[in-house]
């Protein structure tokens, strides 16, 4: 009897996957919060035998070390692999049993040159799905820019066209695709919302898999894609040398830690993440603290705004603090020192400082910079999301960006911050207030809400 189950982590927009057949299960791609394959494998009363590795992740710490360890399982990669941790490195189209099943190791480099996809043959021996990794996603394929100096940007593509074209596309319709990533990844450019899809929806709608050129195909995947966070690489680097124990990082980080030892950390550089939600954030923060909700794709932005050897203190809602240290591990924080014991209302009963943003609604926005003129409007969504639209006093400063840009912004002027929902922009918000900006607005419901309020009021 052949199992799948697909285990979808939202805020690093990541799919991993449990297959089974027969009491034999294996694993793709698990997060490093590996827990919770062993507990499926033990309720459904089967035994690991592999954990399949597509390639090495860049946006996320794989479970693989872990996993591989505890469960005394081999790590399976594809060809042209080079890991400093043990690992199987399987020939292309060599095949793997799982039970009745059979899984086939597809070499589809071009995400990066070890890209592997796995492909999944039933009791039958039928094709029935494809573990395709970071090669080809619902709607769009694997960035071709994440190379190591060995290939150029020109040479992946060629590498990924021939693979989409002699080992992807030439699979049956009915093949399902199960890709490593939905939409919100920064492996791809613009991930479609779905989390699976099939060969023959992927050949009729998906851009890359068109019939082309390869210099047609090139341009097309290149055109329009942002450069990778920057800790792309050493996520990928952690992922291919190995890391400390995730066991180790989550008994450091559930630290409970005083007032006063809280502020010693602070004293020492910790940087502090509060991870309860905007509307809690903003009615009254410690000082210098950068909100990164829960709520959103929490490990991304603190990976993406904070440098991963920076040592962290955490300020939670009371009982998410394993959930805060978890989320982090995912993406290479190894330095969590610990959480604010009793949490953000202990630090305001004590009578320590505190600090606060304030927010207005989308029309207070428009009749401000309809009648004031100094008045400077910070747009932190995506390059792309400002090009489909935005307020034409607005100023565009995507949210990654937004540490660099700020010594250049003028102080004298009050600055109304907004993103698409509101969760950008209270971040965006604390580390304007972080760098000593006080004349700040944060604006409700994003750039949707604004433009509600624009309709209503041109009625």
């Known amino acids: 009897m052949m199992y799948i189950e697909q285990i979808y982590t939202g805020c690093l927009a990541q799919a991993s996957y449990y297959i089974e057949s027969n009491g034999e299960a294996a694993v793709i791609d698990p997060i490093r919060d590996y827990e919770s394959y062993l507990s499926l494998a033990e309720e459904r009363h089967a035994k690991l035998k592999y954990v399949f590795e597509t390639h090495f992740h860049a946006d996320f710490v794989s479970g693989h070390v872990d996993l591989a360890r505890v469960a005394g399982i081999p790590i399976v990669y594809g060809p042209e692999t080079e890991s400093a941790i043990p690992a199987y490195i399987a020939k292309d189209g060599e095949e793997f ?23 999944l043959r039933d009791e039958s021996g039928k094709d029935h799905a494809i573990f395709s990794g970071d090669t080809l996603f619902v709607g769009d394929v694997g960035r071709p820019d994440l190379f190591d100096g060995k290939f150029s940007r020109e040479e992946m593509c ?27 990844s920064s492996c791809g450019k613009n991930l479609g919302p779905e989390q699976q899809s099939t060969i023959g929806i ?8 068109k019939e082309m050129t390869v210099e047609a195909f090139t341009k097309e995947v ?25 066991e180790t990082i989550l008994q ?13 950390e602070i004293k020492k550089g910790v940087v502090v993440i509060d991870s309860r939600k905007a509307g809690d954030f903003e009615l009254g923060f410690i000082p210098q603290s950068i909100n990164i909700g829960l709520t959103g794709q929490y490990a991304i932005w603190a990976a993406t705004l904070i440098d991963l050897k920076q040592p962290i203190a955490l300020v939670c809602e009371p009982g998410t603090e394993k ?46 910079a309809k009648f004031e003129n100094d008045i400077q409007i910070i747009d932190v969504r995506k390059p792309s999301e400002w090009e489909s639209g935005h307020l034409s006093q ?6 990654q960006d937004l540490e660099a840009k700020i010594p250049t912004l003028t102080r004298d002027k009050p600055f109304y911050i907004h993103c698409a929902g509101g969760y950008r922009s209270m971040v965006a918000s604390s580390i304007f207030k972080k760098h000593g900006f006080t004349n700040i607005r944060n604006v409700y419901g994003g750039y949707a809400k604004i433009k509600e309020a624009e309709k209503e009021l041109s009625e």
């Open 394 to 399: 607005a100023q565009n400063i995507p949210l």
């Open 158 to 184: 060629a590498r990924l066209y021939h693979s989409l074209n002699t080992k992807i596309k030439t699979l049956a319709d009915d093949v399902i695709v199960y890709p490593a990533h939905g939409a919100g």
């Open 252 to 264: 450091n980080g559930m630290k409970a830690l005083s007032i006063e030892d809280f502020e010693k």
């Open 202 to 209: 992927q050949k009729a709608t998906n851009y890359a898999l």
């Open 323 to 368: 959930e805060s240290v978890t989320r982090l591990t995912r993406t290479g924080f190894d330095a969590i020192v610990g959480f604010l014991d009793g949490g953000f209302e202990n630090w305001k009963s004590s009578g320590k400082s505190i600090d606060m943003v304030v927010s207005i609604e989308p029309d207070e926005l428009l009749i401000d």
């Open 97 to 119: 049993s799982i039970g009745a099943l059979k899984m086939l190791a597809l070499h589809t480099p071009g995400h990066t040159p070890e890209s592997t996809s796995f492909l």
């Open 222 to 246: 290149t055109d329009g894609i942002t450069a990778p966070p920057m800790y792309f690489a050493k996520n990928a680097q952690l992922n291919k040398t190995g890391y400390a124990a995730f």
